[in-house]
């Protein structure tokens, strides 16, 4: 849900360690993480840091697109025209969508780049926001408030970020509202609700009625004339027989805008003559269209087109098909690139060349920080993959993504705030890499990164989510490393605590159970992580109503951290804290 108040900035950042505060005292998220308990104290100051909405007055316009707009914008004038009508209208909000249901690569996105850059002048702040899924909708609104408060935003979870960055369009009329790739007019019917003084401009796959508007702006495919004229005007083959050739080639390729892009950069690349590309692309005709789904003939396009760009990428430069397989892993939003080459100096060089590559034939889009791959590009290349038999290599492929996505992770997300942006980058390809990988061999290393996600998701409050990605968590661990290894425990206590805050103590109390006896077994009775595990329990139990068995699991939990850590210890001192809570909780005396 996303606050437009000024006070859902100044929540506290973990619910779990809200629920457990009493008499000005904050209890230890000791539901959180195995290893160290953590009073959330850090986290709480800077997140009420966040100043009021309404005081923040930015020096210069602000514009924050994921690209500049392509200089080669054919057969849309009309379309273009009439959008800009509509927006001229204040108030109003404009959905711009398209004449065929599923179809993508129509050229939504970059009409949308287009009025934005052309008209970004008129505007105090531009903003583009990758929708596909509520999700993104938050994050892409909390990445307003970093540009506009870093400093105190750093802390803020990305449900507060979003709703104070919602506060400061509502105070600053003025406003362009880039929404792309809507999937579902339930993902922002809200948001559109609370909003006011600005334009709002969706883009999406779905002619629906959008909340908000009765108007829509479909785009179907080019005409001929202009479909031939965008490949000669990128290849530079103006000729009467180019030209003849470019309009069949159009007619090909369905007059789709992204496939027609592609292959005019592929053509331009290789510096092959139009008739040469006609030839091949005629020797993969209707195999991909057989295979497609009724109103999906753009993905079989686009598939017809990364068979031809493949095979010249694995003659001339495979690193740079490599890296396309790689970037396929992820999710089709913005890929960080310092993710790429996995640390490594030498692979980054390599990676950034081979980016170089296939920008230059158009398979992705790159700016200096991040790099995007179509979906339907990305589903072309999955789809090669798939049907190929070198399953063993396209398995390397996927580990590689996994480890480049492993060592990108930041620091503990439970304390470590600073990581934070960068995380919220990261998660929707965690979840992308994990349903990769769902059908392969047990991996403790994509336990281990999505546990890691899983503590992130807590900490930002998305407690269902993180139930999600810890249960598979979870199973992978045992797979992988068998139901009594102590990782286990640590995968099994920190899904309960997803439980806990989520009301379902019930069925959090036999995931704790069984990680408290693996940790006892594997590492005896007095290791610190068994304290940690008798205070998850106690936690389970004080929200059960037991309060003789909450009570007697934290009292050998200090026990326990008292013997092996000190009293000086920040698990021993947490522990205490919580067992003083408790005993005001149930009204036990010193």
Not at 62 to 87: K, N, S
Not at 208 to 224: E, N
Request: glycine share 8%.
């Amino acid at each position: 849900m996303i606050d437009d108040t000024a006070e859902a900035g100044q929540r506290v950042g973990s619910s779990l360690a809200a629920d457990l505060q009493t008499s000005g005292a904050r209890s230890p998220g000791v539901g959180v993480n195995f290893g160290s308990v953590k009073t959330g104290d850090e986290i709480t100051q800077a997140a009420v840091s966040l100043p009021a909405p309404e005081t923040v007055r930015p020096a210069a316009r602000i514009v924050g697109l994921p690209r500049p707009a392509t200089p080669v914008f054919l057969g849309r004038h009309d379309d273009y025209q009439r959008l800009e009508q509509v927006l001229a209208t204040a108030g109003e909000t404009v959905v711009v969508t398209q004449a065929l249901y599923g179809m993508g690569g129509v050229g939504k996105s970059e009409m949308a780049l287009q009025y934005a850059h052309r008209s970004r002048t008129r505007y105090e702040a531009v903003w583009w926001v990758t929708a596909e899924s509520p999700q993104q909708v938050e994050a892409g609104l909390a990445e307003l408030t970093h540009h506009l408060v870093q400093d105190a935003a750093r802390a803020a979870t990305t449900e507060d970020a979003a709703a104070w960055a919602v506060g400061w369009l509502r105070a600053h009329p003025g406003w362009l509202l880039l929404l792309d790739n809507v999937t579902d007019p339930t993902h922002v019917d809200e948001l559109l609700g609370r909003l006011e003084g600005g334009h709002a401009l969706i883009t999406s796959r779905r002619d629906v009625r959008w909340p908000g508007t009765t108007r829509t702006l479909r785009l179907g495919l080019l005409d001929p004339g202009p479909a031939a004229e965008l490949i000669t005007t990128i290849t530079g083959r103006t000729t009467p027989h180019d030209r003849q050739t470019a309009a069949l080639i159009a007619e090909e390729l369905g007059y789709l805008p992204l496939a027609l892009d592609q292959a005019a950069a592929y053509i331009r690349q290789t510096r092959i003559t139009l008739g040469r590309y006609l030839r091949r692309l005629q020797e993969r005709p209707a195999r991909y269209h057989a295979k497609a789904a009724d109103g999906d003939k753009a993905q079989a396009t686009i598939a017809r087109l990364w068979d031809i760009t493949l095979e010249t990428l694995q003659e001339q430069a495979p690193e740079a098909a490599e890296l396309a397989w790689v970037l396929a892993q992820y999710a089709p939003s913005d890929v960080p690139r310092l993710m790429l080459g996995g640390g490594d100096e030498e692979a980054t060089e390599a990676a950034d060349a081979a980016l170089g590559v296939l920008a230059s034939h158009s398979m992705i889009d790159l700016t200096d920080e991040v790099v995007v791959m179509h979906r339907l590009t990305r589903a072309a290349v999955l789809t090669r993959a798939k049907d190929s038999s070198e399953d063993h290599a396209h398995g390397a492929v996927r580990d590689l993504a996994l480890g480049w996505l492993q060592t990108t992770l930041p620091g503990d997300p439970d304390s470590d705030v600073t990581g934070w942006p960068v995380w919220r980058s990261l998660v929707v390809h965690v979840e992308a890499i994990a349903a990769a990988l769902a059908s392969s061999r047990p991996s403790e290393q994509l336990s281990h990164v999505l546990d890691q996600t899983g503590l992130f998701l807590i900490a930002q409050g998305e407690y269902q989510r993180a139930n999600s990605v810890l249960s598979t968590a979870a199973t992978i661990a045992e797979a992988a490393l068998g139901p009594d290894h102590p990782d286990v425990a640590t995968r099994l206590g920190n899904l309960a605590a997803t439980h806990r805050a989520l009301g379902r103590a019930t069925e959090a109390l036999p995931l704790d159970q069984r990680a408290l006896a693996i940790a006892e077994a594997a590492l005896g009775p007095d290791h610190p992580d068994v304290a940690i595990g008798l205070g998850n329990l106690a936690a389970t139990y004080r929200d059960l109503g037991r309060a003789v068995e909450s009570l007697a699991a934290i009292t050998r939990a200090q026990q326990c951290a008292l013997a092996a850590l000190g009293t000086q210890h920040p698990t021993t001192r947490s522990l205490q804290q919580y067992a003083d809570h408790l005993k005001d909780l149930f009204g036990v005396p010193d």
